[in-house]
């Protein structure tokens, strides 16, 4: 993965207070050799843009359940624009219909994951986002 790790900002978006899922993940990203900053539950997008602002990380996964990811998500892609962050890939898990991936790819989002997704693909989804990156 590279000289430094991975940096990667784990968040959960809106009212969702299932974290669970968020905390694997966090888990299995650090077993794979990434730094992982966890900003817990209830974090509003200009929250989350703040965060990877000041914690300087090369993605943000953001965890969501609670249906709101067609309204949440494009608010924070465009908090993340404001603070001059739109390179910093954006990947989401959780709960979204496979009629909305596409709104969401178009918003911004690099990949989305769904239930059941593995860990593993998760890690190496990470892994060639940023090595795609920091080919361009």
């Given at each position: 993965m590279?000289?430094?790790?991975?940096r990667?900002?784990?968040?959960?978006?809106?009212?969702?207070?299932h974290d669970r899922g968020a905390k694997i993940i966090a888990r299995s990203l650090r077993d794979a050799g990434m730094e992982v900053v966890y900003t817990g539950l209830r974090q509003t997008p200009a929250m989350i843009a703040e965060a990877a602002l000041h914690e300087d990380v090369n993605v943000v996964g953001i965890s969501i359940l609670s249906g709101a990811h067609n309204t949440l998500l494009p608010t924070l892609m465009d908090k993340l624009r404001e603070q001059n962050l739109a390179h910093i890939p954006v990947?989401?898990?959780?709960?979204?219909?496979?009629?909305?991936?596409?709104?969401?790819m178009d918003a911004?989002?690099?990949a989305v994951f769904g239930p059941g997704t593995l860990t593993s693909d998760i890690?190496?989804?990470?892994?060639?986002?940023?090595?795609?990156?920091?080919?361009d």
């Open positions: 590279g000289k430094h790790p991975i990667v900002l784990i968040a959960k978006l809106g009212l969702d207070g990947i989401v898990g959780g709960i979204v219909p496979d009629c909305d991936v596409n709104t969401l911004g989002v690099s890690v190496t989804s990470i892994a060639n986002v940023i090595e795609s990156d920091l080919q």
